[in-house]
């Protein structure tokens, strides 16, 4: 019998295979991997401010050009995230025909990444932590679940 374990953040995603033996221990195998270059680094390191700066000093005579700014973009970029994230989940666990599985997601994404989840994966969800787990050494992680 094998467990599915995934653990993601914004930037990271991690899913390994746990399989036990009763005879031995249980081992734990990493099946898919990547990061996110949109999920790393600030707002403001990927958006230019040029062209929102004021033209002078904002003194008499002098214009000043705002070309709007982007109030709601990084709450869009984590809704964007969280959405591809949870249909990543979705089908790693059909192709690997997983039954039963595990979730390591941080606070800030848990909740919403759950209730974006397939139904049918859902259903397959036993145990869920709300711990960012992607930077955890892998001898570790299964700690966290029992």
Do not use: Q
């Not at 094998?2 to 221990?25: E, M, N, Q």
Request: proline share 3%; glycine share 10%; net charge neutral.
């Amino acid at each position: 019998m094998s467990i599915i374990i995934i653990t993601v953040d914004l930037g990271h995603f991690r899913a390994y295979r746990v399989t036990k033996d009763p005879l031995a221990s249980p081992r734990i195998e990493l099946i898919e991997s990547y990061d996110s270059i949109e999920g790393h680094g600030k707002l403001g390191e990927r958006l230019s401010d040029i062209a929102g700066r004021f033209v002078g000093g904002g003194g008499e005579g002098e214009v000043a050009k705002g070309y709007g700014e982007p109030h709601h973009l990084e709450a869009e970029i984590k809704k964007k995230l969280v959405k591809l994230i949870a249909n990543d989940i979705s089908t790693l666990l059909i192709k690997e025909d997983c039954k039963d599985w595990y979730l390591a997601a941080g606070e800030k994404i848990n909740k919403e990444l759950v209730e974006k989840l397939d139904p049918k994966v859902k259903s397959g969800l036993h145990k869920n932590i709300t711990l960012d787990l992607t930077n955890t050494p892998k001898s570790e992680i299964l700690n966290h679940f029992k």
